[in-house]
C-alpha cells in the first residue's frame, strides 16, 4: 500500500498516480476542498441546527499517524443530527490540518481566504453499520469543518486549545497516549454554516462526505498553535513543513447550501 504525504513525490498533485485505488483524487468530479464563494452559495431556509450530541469521553486514543494529529473516540459515545441529515452519523474521530504558514493551514477557504488551522470531525451514518461501509456511499460520512484562529486575546476556546496543547506529548510519527476529552463542553457554533457535496481530503479521497463547514473560526491560543508545530511527519521533519493541507479542488458546478444569508458573512482580519 502506497502512503501519501505533502511533499515531493508524495504531494497531492501525485496522490492520484501513488495508487490504483486513489485515482479518483485526480479524475473525480465532487473533489475537497474547495473555495466556497459567498456570492454562489444559496442559502437554504430548511437547514436546520446543528444537534451534537457529544459527551465527556474518558478513553480517547490521539495518536500521531504521520499524517495529522488524530484523536479516535470512544464507538458508540457520540452523535450528530440536524442540518440536512436525515438521520444519526456518528463521530468516530477529529484531526487538525495546518501548517507553520499563519496564514494558510487550513483546506476549505471562503471567498479565497485563509485560516491557520481546520479541524475536522468525522462522523459517518450509522445506519450503514461501519465507517468501512459508509465511505461507499455519497452520503456516507458527515465532517464537520471549523476554522482555527490563533488569538491573543484571551478570549481562546479555553478547552480545545488546552486539548491541542497535549500535541507535544505526541511529536514523533507513531506516538500515542489516551487522552480525556470533554467533547459535550466543546459547544461548537451550531446555526450558521455552509454544506456540499464532496470527498476526503486524503487518499483514497472517496466522494462519500456531507461536508458541514462552519462560518464563524473558533479561536485557539499562542500555545495550542505552537504545539502543533512540534509534530514529526512520516516523510521526516515537520508536518508543518509545509503542511498538512489539501489545496482547493475544482468546485465542478457543484452548490454550495448555507443555512443563512451568506451576504451577511463577517469578514474576519
Ligand atoms: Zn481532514
Redesign the pocket.
Known sequence: MATFGYRDNLAPCNWGKLNESWKISDAGKKQSPIDISTSCAEQNASLSSLKYNWQSDADVRLVNNGH?PTWSVTPGKHTLLGGNLQEAYELVQF?I?FSNEQKHGC?HTIDGKSHHAEI?FVHYKKSYGSFGAAVKHGDGLAVVGAFLDVTSDGNEHKLLSSDIEKLTQIETDGSSQTVEIDLKEYQLPTEKYFTYSGSL??PGCNECVIWIVLDQPVLISQRAYDSMGSMRSCEGGLLAQPGNFRPVQPIHGRTVFSSFDPKQIISFN
Open positions: 495529522s484531526h490540518h483546506e475536522h481530503t486524503t
